[in-house]
């Protein structure tokens, strides 16, 4: 519960400071680290084309997300910014790639909370979290439990059958955010689960259709059509409020039915490389608020199902470390746990 007070604090904290920077006065604004709109004269950082290393497969929400970023924040450049797809590991090969770059590369990093768990859970990676400074939250993500229609009504019912059988999860690899949700909790709740490991969300879905598994934990928009047509239905998110993006439907939080510990946050941010100077870190962090300030990200990032999160800072600081601590937790109790 504290965990959760906790995050609860940090996120109300920064929305409550965006409120009152959106009412001061553009002098203020501007020293608060905004960069003007017509002239961009604080991007500095943005003098020529950046790439955002982007650590998954085209065509993703990772990737889909870095890319209307990326289309977004070059009205505020007037230089491109070029999403760049290093793949491999899941994530692992982009953040050992970025943490051979200079203090001063031209480059940033689409950096995923799934890069995070897998250093603190694993052992022999071969990178370091403190190779890259996170910046700011470009994409925020409930993680979703879907249930083919006809099978579960709801968790309790999942969590009773994981008490006489092995429940199974599509997923994607071991230690990975769904594995540690949904087999984390089962785990908690004394039950028995096996993740079948699938390559991307299209297949992990596909196997929850074609009653491969039993369950299958993803993002809103990969099964929204499914969710609106009665042929899937989400049961729980992974998550401390309820999901609402789904039109006449309210999918109940894991926290609130005694899971809070089990809470698994999605998504990511922007990094960059440790040691760039404080310059390059406050034109990151001045584009990264302008792309949020712009409707035409917020709306996207709303119709595709994401949450609009802004996290700086201290504050996102504290949102990796208790996130972090949920996943280390679930590791443990599923033994995988090997650092």
């Not at 797809?85 to 090969?93: A, E, H, K, R, S």
């Not at 999942?158 to 994607?172: A, C, P």
């Not at 201290?314 to 990796?320: N, P, S």
Request: charged share 25%; proline share 2%.
């Amino acid at each position: 519960m504290k965990k959760i007070l906790m995050l609860l604090l940090v996120i109300a904290m920064v929305f409550s400071l965006a409120a009152c920077g959106n009412d001061a006065p553009a002098s203020e604004q501007e020293d608060n680290g905004s960069a003007s709109e017509e002239t961009g004269e604080s991007l500095a950082f943005f003098d020529e084309t950046i790439k955002i290393i982007m650590p998954y497969g085209a065509g993703g929400t990772s990737d889909a997300v870095a890319r209307k970023f990326a289309e977004v924040a070059s009205k505020y450049t007037g230089k491109p910014l070029v999403v760049e797809n290093l793949t491999g590991g899941d994530g692992i090969v982009a953040a050992t790639e970025f943490g051979k770059e200079p203090a001063d590369t031209k480059k940033i990093m689409y950096t995923s909370y799934g890069q995070y768990y897998a250093k603190a859970i694993r052992a022999n990676i071969p990178f370091e979290t403190e190779d890259f400074t996170p910046v700011g939250v470009v994409d925020d993500r409930s993680w979703i439990l879907y249930v083919k229609s006809g099978t579960f009504a709801d968790l309790n019912e999942i969590i009773e059958e994981s008490k006489s059988r092995v429940v199974t999860l599509s997923g994607g690899g071991v230690g990975a955010d769904a594995h540690l949700a949904f087999c984390g909790l089962i785990n908690t709740a004394g039950g028995q689960s096996k993740l079948l490991s699938y390559e991307g969300g299209g297949e992990q879905k596909a196997a929850l259709l074609k009653g491969e598994a039993d369950v299958f934990v993803g993002t809103s928009q990969i099964c929204y059509d499914e969710v609106m047509n009665g042929d899937v239905i989400p049961v729980a998110c992974f998550t401390n409020k309820d999901y609402e993006g789904f039109e006449g439907i309210v999918v109940p939080n894991v926290a609130d039915m005694g899971y809070e510990g089990n809470v698994i946050v999605g998504g990511g941010m922007l990094s960059v490389r440790t040691g760039a100077d404080e310059a390059t870190i406050e034109d990151v962090e001045a584009l990264i608020k302008l792309v949020w300030e712009d409707e035409e990200y917020t709306d996207w990032i709303a119709s595709i199902g994401l949450n609009d999160v802004q996290l700086y800072d201290y504050y996102l600081d504290a949102y990796i470390d208790s996130a972090l601590e949920n996943a280390v937790s679930a590791a443990k109790g599923l033994g995988i746990y090997e650092n």
